[in-house]
């Protein structure tokens, strides 16, 4: 079983940057695909980023693309998401998630363990 733990959300100006940090604990990190999700209020929940194992594999969801970046620390168990140039359409609460494998999936329903969220909220 694997628990998770996000911090770094907040409210931040359109244009700036956050860092988001999801501190996993249980056996065998480096087994996990990761992933950041986010959901906003009245839409359904969307895959921003999911990263392989080993980070040589990485998948952004278009919308990001050139703006965030996903990594992982496998000796510290943690997985970040930096998120620059912010703007007021990624306001939502993001979610990192976990499930075993050795690629990456975008699709939310595959995921077996979430975190409790954090929410980022982005003013114009």
């Known amino acids: 079983q694997v628990q998770l733990v996000e911090s770094g959300g907040g409210l931040v100006q359109a244009g700036g940057s956050l860092r988001l940090s999801c501190a996993a604990s249980?056996?065998?990190?480096?087994?996990?695909?990761m992933g950041w999700f986010r959901q906003a209020p009245g839409k359904e929940r969307e895959c921003v980023a999911t990263?392989?194992?080993?980070?040589?594999?990485?998948y952004y969801a278009d919308s990001v693309k050139g703006r965030f970046t996903i990594s992982r620390d496998n000796a510290k168990n943690t997985v970040a998401l930096q998120m620059n140039s912010l703007k007021p359409e990624d306001t939502a609460v993001y979610s990192c998630?976990?499930?075993?494998?050795?690629?990456?999936?975008?699709?939310?329903?595959?995921?077996?363990?979430w975190g409790q969220g954090t929410q980022v909220t982005v003013s114009s």
């Open positions: 998630a976990a499930t075993l494998g050795s690629g990456w999936d975008n699709v939310p329903g595959n995921y077996r363990y």
């Open positions: 249980g056996r065998s990190f480096s087994d996990y695909i």
């Open positions: 990263i392989n194992w080993s980070g040589s594999m990485t």
